[in-house]
């Protein structure tokens, strides 16, 4: 549930004002290309991860970084504890780093310690995790099963190491550990800002699809709480059309209000916008309908991807960007985060992502089927 206690996977909605409301009505898995998708929502404590060829866990300043300790069942053979340099004071990286080193250590049989460029730093940061997944690919000696937690590793960097490792068939098997936030304690006197100061727009390695010159653009936009954003967005790209996914319900209905509101004034600004409304860590939704508004564009329109919003949504972004090839996706990288307190819930959501393609994947089905 949100900050303010709501279950995001009983979330029933409706169309209202002109937004469609796509809600799951499912707990099933989805398949969508070769890739099988599966979620869950659960309580931190009580989860039960399994064992992992690698894992990865990501330090922050965000007390979320160590929420990934407080489950109850998780092995891993190799563990990375990536930890970025701070721009300025070190506000608790090493503290947390250090809590994951121990929790990997418990975990796993070899810990490799990772210090990246401040994460602000992206040719810098896209090259040390190019070198990490090279070290992987030549220390495997055949596909491997991964545990990621994304709670705290910005959007672009886990997309890139999630695209690679599918892509390059290194991953058969990927499990998405995202730890929600507790927002309750606090107002909107800060209007939910996660950034400061200007922002570039960035190409996910490995996702940077194609460019139709001469095409009319359509944009599907995941956005977040801090829409000004948006707005930037929309100077910089001029898009002739857009597809704005609201991500509603999200962490607190003080979000949500304000999401709505400011959304609702975008689309009257620029017009040739359909708002979307998807539970801010719902990806099976969200994967349908970004397969729904590509198919809709894709033969007429340059159709391309922008992460502003929620890491759920980000992913679902990924994986469609995986897929299909012609599709990029691209993040924003501001000038600075906001280091911000915020707490975990309690709860989390596992994405498992299985591709049916890998020769790998296919061998453990077997040995599953005949009881090897």
């Not at 727009?201 to 010159?213: D, K, N, W, Y």
Request: charged share 20%; hydrophobic share 40%.
């Amino acid at each position: 549930m949100g900050g303010d206690g709501r279950r995001q996977d009983d979330y029933i909605g409706s169309n209202a004002g002109g937004t469609d409301v796509l809600t799951p009505q499912s707990s099933s898995n989805v398949s969508v290309g070769y890739l099988n998708i599966g979620q869950q929502r659960i309580q931190t404590g009580s989860a039960q991860l399994g064992h992992f060829d690698i894992l990865f866990v990501c330090a922050s300043y965000e007390p979320r970084a160590i929420a990934i300790t407080k489950c109850s069942q998780i092995s891993a053979d190799k563990a990375y504890v990536f930890r970025f340099e701070p721009l300025s004071s070190d506000n608790n990286r090493a503290f947390h780093a250090e809590i994951l080193r121990t929790f990997a250590s418990e975990v796993a049989k070899d810990v490799r310690i990772v210090v990246l460029p401040p994460s602000v730093s992206t040719v810098r940061v896209q090259e040390a995790l190019r070198s990490v997944l090279a070290e992987i690919a030549a220390d495997e000696t055949k596909p491997v099963s991964v545990a990621i937690d994304i709670s705290t590793m910005p959007k672009s960097y886990f997309s890139q190491i999630i695209a690679a490792g599918i892509g390059l068939g290194v991953f058969h098997r990927v499990t998405v550990f995202y730890s929600e936030t507790d927002y309750s304690g606090g107002g909107v006197s800060d209007g939910f800002q996660f950034t400061e100061g200007s922002w570039k727009s960035i190409q996910v390695p490995f996702l940077e699809g194609e460019i139709r010159a001469g095409a009319p653009r359509h944009s599907i936009v995941s956005v977040g709480a801090d829409v000004a954003s948006l707005e930037r967005f929309v100077r910089r790209y001029e898009p002739d059309s857009m597809t704005l996914l609201v991500p509603v319900p999200g962490a607190s209905e003080a979000i949500d209000k304000k999401v709505r509101e400011d959304t609702s004034a975008m689309k009257r600004r620029f017009g040739s916008t359909k708002l979307v409304e998807l539970p801010a860590f719902d990806v099976r939704a969200t994967l349908g309908h970004l397969q729904s508004v590509i198919r809709s564009y894709a033969p007429s329109h340059e159709v391309g991807m922008f992460c502003l919003g929620t890491k759920p949504h980000a992913l679902a972004m990924g994986l469609i960007a995986i897929l299909d090839s012609s599709i990029p996706l691209v993040c924003r990288v501001p000038e600075r985060y906001r280091e911000r307190s915020d707490a975990a819930n309690g709860w989390a959501w596992l994405y498992k992502i299985f591709d049916s393609s890998n020769p790998r994947s296919v061998e453990l089905e077997f040995d599953a089927a005949s009881g090897a």
